[in-house]
């Protein structure tokens, strides 16, 4: 029986090696796609784990705090209190904090946009009368914003040390005799609150100089001229820096001072800004108009010098160079007024957030401000005064960081247009990109500003949490809703990364700014888990079903020559028996061959489990179809249509479940790999999960495909196998290669065409209710039809070689 059984191996070689490599690649490919799944699964869940959590956990704001665009989105701005109104206290944030299952829970307030003491710039002193024009600007990063009108200043040569000779027109400030003083332009810059302990606690950075005391003698000052009012402590941050640059003319001119103290009533001996202011106003208007003997404009940038709250003040040498003053001049006179601001109102379309200009101007207000506070020049008392006492620089991470926390006060990222160019804030409140922080005071301090409730946000984060796992996601969820209980907005923000935001902005046009994406972590393990379970779903069924059908073509086959072994005497037992000895023997040689290849990649050990769980469920299935017992009626009548489809529909059928099942598995593995490595990577946690799993999934479609081609192909190789007969005969009877393979594919074409759509429809629904993006849809549908009709097409060509004997003639009949 063993020789009957390897001559017919031998003698079908092209049939039996195709099975054989068919076979070798379940055996490998099935414990090679289970183990790249647990990895990849294991990859997910350790880069979540690690990287999924950021500073804090849970983000703690007041009931209906949430925005429009968060709602719209589910997104968080980076500096999301920059303009918020407050609305929970003190008392509220000290009851929280009390929790013993909260680690931190730091609280931030938004208090407005406020202006430290203007200082001086000293122009140069030069050999020659010069008329010096002046202007500030400051800067978005692509657009130059005049922060002043033009100003001027008329020197005279005949100016002496101690005292300096020129007029300019006076605005609020006092002029002194030593320089040419003139003032830097009012900026603002966002001031926000924090609680100095839990604030150390949860980013461990030192803010410990908002303790400091006040300078004494600033104090005294302080009090002579104010009297008793409150005197906010505030630190400023060192790293940023204020975007202003002066652009300066220079224009030599011929003077006779002589002449000017006349037209100004003054005598030799008296200061030329002495004179009334509007004497002094006229005389500079005719001096403006008078006639240069040269000219030279400057563009000076003062950024590197100014700070939020305590700018430096500098002197133009001689060479237009920039240098420290040891001689200036100060003004906290507008330092009492501030501004708040409206959140900005985003209009979402398409995936892409709009934002209008509320206000034109320089620059343009994208937000509705409203002024706070009085001048100082205006006579009134003031209800505060601020003073700088120290500077606090917090951590940033210049690298991209996976997991996001936004602390509201602290982000410096960097928001670019769609050619590159990197915005940033200006120095006037109003703007669409988001300021951080430039000062810090305490929670105190901001009940004076604010009143009793001036809590923004309370950032929670949670204790006994090593990792982001299910015990810490179950931890948070339940602080989460115990906090939602007692009537907070609450967001879960462990878990959560960074997702750029597409922003239309009017005058500037689409801007990506980095948001906070919530939830990603939880998304990141469903859409893999998701892919993960839908891809051994499919590969199983897909061998499962694979295997029977071949089975089945086997024992179609064999029906003939089972019927010639009944008529010479042989039992039906031993006749099955032959049948699946055949079977077995090619399973065996596929195995083996599989096991040694195995231990040349060194697979693990549950490899070789796999195979061997295969390899036995494998028998029992060729037990199983071998012995049914199969009763055919016998047919009277010709088929009217297609008679050999209808005549060999016991190995056609299985081999358009093969199609149906190959072109689906292929659809849905393309579509739903794509669609969630594209989804993955719109966050940066993604991104670096797809980065250390890419590979491993990489593997699993490419094994998909194998099989799906190694099995469609031995399908059809078994059926023009078992029709050889059938083409001989139509070329006995004249017909030519070329006819016969044109018969063969149309009528292949009828039965494959149809299997390959029933498989898109079916991939396709399954497909939009795992939402997948329809641009992955179209590319795996499109894929799969290409390469299964490719596959066809070879396997027909091969044919025409191979069932046609060649060096006949034919036979016209």
Known sequence: ?????????????????????????????????????????????????????????????????????????GMVEENYIGDSQGGISIQEWEKIKQNPAIEVAAPVASIGYFSGKKTSVELPQLDESTRFTWEFYTSDGQKEYSLSEPQSLVYFKESEPGNTQYLKVLHNETASGATLDVMLPQTYHLLAAIDIESEQNLTNVDYSELKNEFDSFSLDVIIKTFGNIPVIKVIQREDINIPIKMKLKADTIELDISDYRKKLSLTEEDWLMSAERNKIKQVIGELNKKKTASTSEHEIDLTSFQKPFDGTAVKINNQFKVDLASDFASDRGETTVYYTAEKLDYNSENDILNIKIIENGQPPSYKKIVKKGESLYNGVKPKFLIEQVGTFSPKVDKESKLSSSPMGIYATSEIKTEKGQVLKPTTVPGSFIPQPAGGLITLKSAEILKGSKPIDAIRVRVAGISKYNKQAQQKIEKIATELLQD???????????????????????????????????????ENWNGLILLTTILFVTFVLVWFVSRLLFEKNSLEKEDELLTIIGWPREKIIRRNYLEQYFLLFIAYMLSVSFMAIIKLEVSAYFISSGILIIAFLLINIIFTIKKNRMKRLEAYKHSPSLFYYRDIIMPTMVILFISTMLIVVQIASFGSTINKSQESTLGQFTVDGIFGFQLLVLISAFILSILGLSECLNTLFYTRKSEFNMYHIIGWSERRILLHLSKETLVWTSFSICLGLITSCIILFNTEATIGWIVVGILSSSVILIFVIFIVLISKNFIIIPKGEKNINV
Request: net charge neutral.
């Open 487 to 525: 009537g907070y907005e609450v967001d879960i923000v462990a878990g959560s990364s960074f997702k750029n935001a597409t922003l239309d902005v009017e005058g500037i046009g689409k801007v990506v700014a980095p948001w906070t994406t919530l939830g990603v972590a939880q998304e990141l393990e």
């Open 1 to 73: 029986m063993m020789r009957l059984v390897w001559n017919r191996i031998i003698s079908r070689k092209l049939v039996s090696f195709t099975i054989i490599l068919a076979l070798f690649g379940i055996f490998l490919l099935i414990p090679i796609g289970f183990q790249n799944t647990n990895e990849t699964k294991l990859a997910v869940d350790n880069s979540i784990a690690e990287q999924g959590r950021g500073t804090y956990d849970i983000l703690v704001r007041p009931n209906h705090s949430r925005t429009k665009v968060e709602k719209e989105v």
